[in-house]
């Protein structure tokens, strides 16, 4: 398999975006975040306790909600150079060979973790915290379906 790709920013925020939403620790924050928030309002309304925790929950709340939808993607986005660049990658049974005007790297698929398919990309993890963004755009459905196989075969779901 081999076809050329170029990223789209908007799509790549979002792609970002659902990266984060998935890390574990983000969810568990977002839990926690709603939990103190839902509590805070109900003791509020109760008359329990004063406005201030409410408020300081509801603060919490969309400073995570920014930081999470915004900032994180954006920054990223803007810190890295792969996403303004124009590539050409090979596909086979051993390895995946990415290459552009620089150079090319060539990585086993034993150097995968695991992946995530979103709407528009596939998310090929090396661990937690290190991934490579494949777009979809740029693929025929044949290719999506026979890559999607390949990742199958060699990263399993």
């Given at each position: 398999?081999?076809?050329?790709?170029?990223?789209?920013?908007?799509?790549?925020?979002?792609?970002?975006?659902?990266?984060?939403?998935?890390?574990?620790?983000?969810?568990?924050?977002?839990?926690?975040?709603?939990?103190?928030?839902?509590?805070?309002?109900?003791?509020?309304?109760?008359?329990?306790?004063?406005?201030?925790?409410?408020?300081?929950?509801?603060v919490?709340?969309?400073?995570?909600?920014?930081?999470?939808?915004?900032?994180?993607?954006?920054s990223?986005?803007?810190?890295?150079?792969?996403?303004?660049?124009?590539?050409?990658?090979?596909?086979?049974?051993?390895?995946?060979?990415?290459?552009?005007?620089?150079?090319?790297?060539?990585?086993?698929?034993?150097?995968?973790?695991?992946?995530?398919?979103?709407?528009?990309?596939?998310?090929?993890?090396?661990?937690?915290?290190?991934f490579?963004?494949?777009?979809?755009?740029?693929?025929?459905?044949?290719?999506?379906?026979?890559?999607?196989?390949?990742?199958?075969?060699?990263?399993?779901?």
């Amino acid at each position: 398999m081999e076809f050329a790709f170029s990223y789209d920013k908007r799509k790549v925020i979002q792609a970002l975006r659902l990266h984060f939403i998935a890390r574990r620790e983000i969810k568990l924050m977002m839990i926690l975040v709603n939990v103190f928030a839902i509590l805070s309002a109900l003791l509020f309304y109760t008359k329990k306790i004063r406005p201030e925790p409410f408020l300081l929950g509801t603060v919490i709340w969309l400073m995570m909600l920014i930081a999470i939808w915004y900032i994180l993607p954006y920054s990223i986005y803007s810190k890295s150079q792969t996403f303004k660049e124009q590539f050409t990658i090979w596909i086979n049974e051993t390895t995946l060979r990415l290459e552009n005007d620089k150079g090319f790297v060539t990585w086993q698929w034993n150097m995968f973790t695991r992946f995530f398919e979103s709407p528009n990309f596939f998310h090929l993890y090396f661990n937690e915290k290190s991934f490579f963004l494949i777009p979809k755009e740029d693929m025929t459905e044949d290719l999506k379906h026979e890559f999607r196989a390949l990742l199958n075969l060699k990263l399993g779901k």
